[in-house]
């Protein structure tokens, strides 16, 4: 693989500015004896202001973690790739906070929209007289029935056993 050059670390440069990245403060981040909060906190850069949500934060960490380490001994390589690990932990089990809250909040929309069409169901068989129940149930394809619903000579489906086939 070809060695990055000046002009590619300038090309990102310019590539980053142009996404909102806040360079100053990044350079701040890089003269830091401790790079902590960066590792620690998966929304830190984005919460400094560093980055907006287009830039991938764990990249970026990642690149400031491995730039703090460069002329450095093995051991504080050794320990900036293991700190990176973290970083990349951290960043993972965030996104999949976020994503299990976000899944959470679905499941609950889905119950209460289940609940209510229930509900209107329910309403709705209360007050349809039983010539329309008929005509309307006669429509259904058997499967949608319940099995409580359908008629006497219609079986219903088999259940699953919890044993393997192998």
């Given amino acids: 693989p070809a060695r990055p050059t000046v002009s590619s670390f300038r090309q990102l440069r310019e590539q980053l500015v142009r996404q ?6 990044l350079s701040s ?3 830091q004896d401790s790079l902590e909060p960066v590792v620690r906190d998966p929304c830190y850069l984005f919460n400094q202001g560093i980055c907006n ?3 991938d934060q764990t990249l970026l960490s990642i690149l400031l973690l491995f730039h703090s380490a460069s002329g450095a001994s093995v ?3 050794d320990n900036k790739i293991e700190q990176a690990m973290d970083l990349v932990k951290n960043h993972l089990m965030y ?3 976020e994503e299990v809250e976000v899944l959470k909040e679905q499941i609950k929309e889905l119950l209460e929209k289940n609940s209510q069409l229930e509900r209107e169901n329910s309403l709705l068989k209360t007050l349809a007289s039983p010539e329309q129940l008929e005509k309307f149930q006669s429509r259904l ?3 949608v029935l319940c099995p409580e619903e359908q008629s006497p000579g219609v079986a219903a489906p088999a259940q699953h056993s ?5």
């Fill in 29 to 31: 981040i890089m003269r």
């Fill in 20 to 25: 909102n990245l806040n360079t100053d403060k």
């Fill in 75 to 77: 051991v504080a390589i």
């Fill in 53 to 55: 949500r287009n830039i």
């Fill in 95 to 97: 996104a999949v906070r």
């Fill in 141 to 143: 394809p058997a499967e």
């Fill in 162 to 166: 919890g044993g393997s086939a192998v």
